[in-house]
């Protein structure tokens, strides 16, 4: 992030989402640009050096605190907490299982699971451009 944002190739933060049910599973990085073949270039060369030398281990306890941390503060909407039973629901989930399932994910399997979900071929760029105005 700090790299991107030093060398002005991304306008602010780069935010992600990810879901997972029986159905698929995406990984979303997203954020703002004006040069998107170049951040797109930067991440790809981030995520297959990572995938060559595995994931640092503090990132990886930190990012799965903060993971942990959003997981358990949703249920403090009542908005957020009818949104997450009835999408799991559909999939047999009990909502309450999430926390713990996230604090049983293992570093092993996190550097597993990266190597199989970030190949190149499952990558899809979407790229959002303001409307022109018409010209009359």
Not at 5 to 14: D, F, H, K, M, V
Not at 101 to 122: N, P, S, T, W
């Amino acid at each position: 992030y700090n790299e991107l944002y030093e060398q002005g190739l991304i306008t602010g933060s780069l935010g992600y989402e990810f879901e997972h049910n029986r159905s698929f599973s995406f990984i979303e990085i997203n954020g703002e640009t004006d040069d998107v073949a170049a951040v797109l270039d930067r991440l790809e060369s981030y995520i297959e050096q990572a995938k060559a030398s595995g994931i640092d281990k503090e990132i990886f306890d930190r990012a799965k605190k903060v993971v942990y941390a959003q997981a358990v503060k949703s249920f403090d909407s009542s908005e957020e907490i009818g949104n997450i039973f009835l999408s799991n629901i559909i999939d047999g989930i009990d909502a309450f299982d999430i926390p713990g399932a996230i604090a049983a994910v293992d570093f092993e399997k996190a550097q597993l699971l990266m190597k199989k979900m970030f190949k190149r071929e499952y990558c899809t760029v979407s790229v959002i451009k303001p409307r022109q105005a018409e010209r009359e």
